[in-house]
């Protein structure tokens, strides 16, 4: 059974709030001798006694209440009633304190905890009220406990205003002590601050935790860690990319709706666009005598990129790769396919084909719009350029990909000038091994191929 005065939270702040002070009155009325504070300090205890008892009650789970309040069932207990003369045990309304303020503090309580400084902060408390009783009967210049207790808080925060010095052995040894913990509290304060801050960054993201400590170790790592990492990234790239505000209004959220429905619109635009791929015809003829479309070329090149990419001989962005690969010959669909044989040796129809395909990237990218937009047009211009590994990459695998389908076809498909294409591959493999063996498997077939049909390799070899 809850209590509906604790379900609403503003009397149940107003009512902690109470208890704080009074606690806080409690402690602070401690080296008092005031006989009236007497009463003050039973009517404390009681109003704990009754505020701990109720929530005993109310609670579900009577054991769990136990075992995550201690703090409060041990203020409860009247050691100061039992032992009069022992005035430090007053101190044990401290944690009633603590009990209370853990729950609206907990940035404070989580900093306490770390390094275990919450352990040294309270030996400390221990330590001066101690020293406090201690050095009240051993220094004659220190006739209370008030002043004991000043004097001991002065010392362990090494001030030293000097208005009380102890004079005796026991005062001066207790004096090191002091300060020797108080230098070494202040110090852990100040480490564990720091500690708890960079923690808590950390674990505000453990992906990046885990991929900062795996960049710290970058040369001792395997290739399937690498390419863990590079998952990591793409996956965060994504979230980053999906990122919004914390507090979203509903006219906020229908622009995003809107605009994403825009968005899908313009990439449906181009998948309209990318369908005339599977019609568009390439100079190449499968091994049942059909013409090869540019979406079916396209779609092996993927293939080998898959298959052949744990045998390279350097680590690869495989995702970069497909996508080169899958938005290359995307401008086919509007440029055309254009043989190489056409514009091998014509420096006019080269540029007038990298023209075309230039106005076509331009218009995809407009289409879809900045942000995707951009990113299709650098990977394609990238991938034009050969100005990276994956790039050079999609690139062989686009050549070669183009020979093993002639293989397949029927010689009389192949116009003469294919014979010397066939041995003219290397200049796009040759910067890796697992291409080079690859390449010359294909070349291998290309040969047997061509003298299968009474034609001699070595006079196209010899023209190369």
């Keep these: 059974m809850k209590m509906n005065f ?82 430090i045990a007053r101190l044990v309304r401290v944690l009633r304190i603590l009990s209370i303020s853990k729950k609206h503090f907990k940035h404070v309580f989580a900093i306490l905890r770390t390094n275990g400084l919450d352990r040294v902060i309270t030996i400390s408390i221990l330590l001066i009220f101690s020293s406090t009783i201690v050095i009240r009967y051993a220094e004659p210049g220190i006739e209370s406990f008030i002043d004991g207790l000043w004097w001991s808080i002065v010392t362990t925060t090494t001030v030293g205003y000097g208005d009380i010095s102890p004079v005796t052995l026991i005062g001066r040894l207790i004096a090191v002590i002091l300060m020797l913990v108080g230098v070494g509290v202040i110090g852990m304060l100040t480490g564990s601050i720091t500690t708890f801050f960079m923690k808590e960054n950390q674990e505000k993201n453990s992906t990046v935790a885990f991929i900062q400590k795996q960049l710290a170790r970058y040369e001792n790592l395997t290739y399937s860690e690498v390419k863990q990492l590079a998952l990591l990234i793409n996956e965060l ?19 995003e709706k809107k605009n994403m429905t825009e968005a899908l619109k313009r990439i449906l635009e181009v998948l309209k666009l990318a369908e005339k791929l599977k019609y568009e015809l390439r100079h190449s003829w499968l091994s049942n005598g059909r013409q090869e479309s540019v979406a079916e070329h396209s779609w092996r090149v993927a293939l080998m990129a898959v298959l052949l990419e744990p045998y390279l001989e350097h680590r690869i962005d495989t995702a970069k790769l497909l996508k080169m690969i899958t938005i290359h010959d995307l401008v086919e669909a509007e440029a055309s396919d254009i043989p190489a044989f056409d514009t091998m040796d014509n420096q006019q129809a080269q540029m007038e084909k990298h023209q075309r395909e230039l106005r076509a990237i331009e218009n995809i990218r407009n289409t879809l719009g900045d942000e995707l937009g951009i990113d299709i047009q650098e990977l394609w211009l990238e991938f034009e350029a050969k100005s990276s590994y994956e790039a050079r990459v999609a690139n062989a695998l686009d050549k070669l990909e183009a020979q093993l389908q002639h293989n397949e076809a029927n010689i009389d498909t192949w116009l003469e000038i294919e014979y010397k294409m066939a041995f003219m591959l290397g200049k796009h493999t040759d910067f890796d091994k697992a291409l080079i063996a690859f390449r010359e498997l294909v070349e291998q077939e290309a040969e047997s191929k061509i003298q299968q049909a009474g034609i001699s390799v070595h006079d196209y070899q010899q023209m190369l």
């Design 6 to 87: 604790f379900n609403k939270t503003t009397w149940k702040l107003a009512y902690e709030t109470l208890m704080v002070i009074l606690a806080f009155m409690s402690v602070l009325f401690i080296w008092f001798d005031d006989k009236k504070l007497i009463y003050f300090h039973y009517g404390v205890w009681l109003f704990f006694f009754i505020d701990v008892m109720v929530r005993f009650k109310a609670s579900s789970d009577k054991w769990e209440y136990i075992k995550h309040n201690p703090f409060d069932l041990i203020a409860l207990i009247p050691l100061d009633a039992v032992f009069q003369t022992a005035r």
């Design 237 to 255: 790239k994504i979230d980053k990319r999906n990122e919004r505000p914390i507090s979203y209004s509903l006219d906020a959220l229908k622009e």
